[in-house]
């Protein structure tokens, strides 16, 4: 964070995200927050377009420089449809006041005229710190349901695990920690760890959290999903984000493991806030802007000698899932079949702003 007085701008927002100073999903949506309110309140607007505008200027930094954080881009468009909504619900209250008043007091044409071009004068800075005040009161109800929606979806899990089940979980999630040890408080179950290869100390740390929550937890390769899946009961994952169509941009490995999922019959459940929920979809022109490439060190470390100069070794971060492998997504609103996914679109986000 900047030190002596200084504002904490979309800048320093794509400096921690690049240099992973920020690792968790609810920090980087927060400080989305914040950084919106701080433009609301310092920033010379006059009308909410002219807002809008401001914000999406700003979000061509993140969009430019860092095409694979949804996460601010998500909390941003809903921002703006918070402001279209605040402004058309406003401006539309101050319009039926004025045509009250105009009713009431009768007036002539000629006075009808003079006063409808004094009022809407006099009532536009009025306006203006309405529109303002309603903004940032609603921003604050949305960081409370920000801070509150791991808690909401960790409550569900009594709903969907139950006694001496199976549960297979992919690398590490803070979301799905924090679910699986709110269903222990009630639940005697099982939990499969896969090591997400190539990196594998997210999934041995998983298992590691797990274990020191008195959960029975087993870890295993990535080679070794198809030969246990049939004695699993629910796969319980989580996701980078979730694309327009119920498709997954998942960490690699996942896509193997929703594919045994579905020929073993077993039900993939995915966890994830509202806000890893993108208009974006995957175009078959589009893969590499999908995806990622991470260091091939991991794959085929430095020290494999002359094998470096004839492999070309590439380590995509993430993997594709479609939506029918995918059977439920579970937010803090409760579970949603991929289906659903359309119309949680249109209420979080305005068609305009689809594309940025």
Known sequence: MPTNGEKYTFANLISEIRYEKLHRSYDIALRTVQIVEEIITDEEW???????????????????TLPFATIPTNV????????????????????????QRINDLQQSLHH??????????????????????????????????????ASNIAEQASEHIHSNEIILTVGKSNLVTRFLKNAAKTRNFQVIVVENAPDYKQGQMMATELANGKIHTTVVPDSAVFAIMSRVNKVIIGVHSIMANGGLRASSGVQSVALAAKECSVPVMVLSHLYKLTPQYVCSYEQEAFNNIASPSYVLPYSSGKVLDVAHVYNPVFDYVPPELVTLFITHQGGNATSYVYRLLSEL????????
């Open 349 to 356: 986000y305005h068609p305009d702003d689809y594309q940025l």
């Open 112 to 149: 009808l005229v003079t006063a409808h071009s004094t009022d809407s004068m006099g009532n536009f800075n009025q306006e203006l710190v309405s529109l303002r005040s309603s903004l940032k009161d609603h921003l604050s109800e949305y960081k409370v349901e920000l801070e509150t929606a």
């Open 76 to 99: 941003i468009r809903h921002i703006l449809k918070l402001i279209r909504e605040i402004y058309t619900t406003t401006y539309n209250a101050e319009k039926h006041k004025q045509a």
């Open 46 to 64: 006059k009308t909410a377009q002219e807002l809008i505008n401001i914000i999406k200027e700003q979000l061509n930094l993140i969009t430019e």
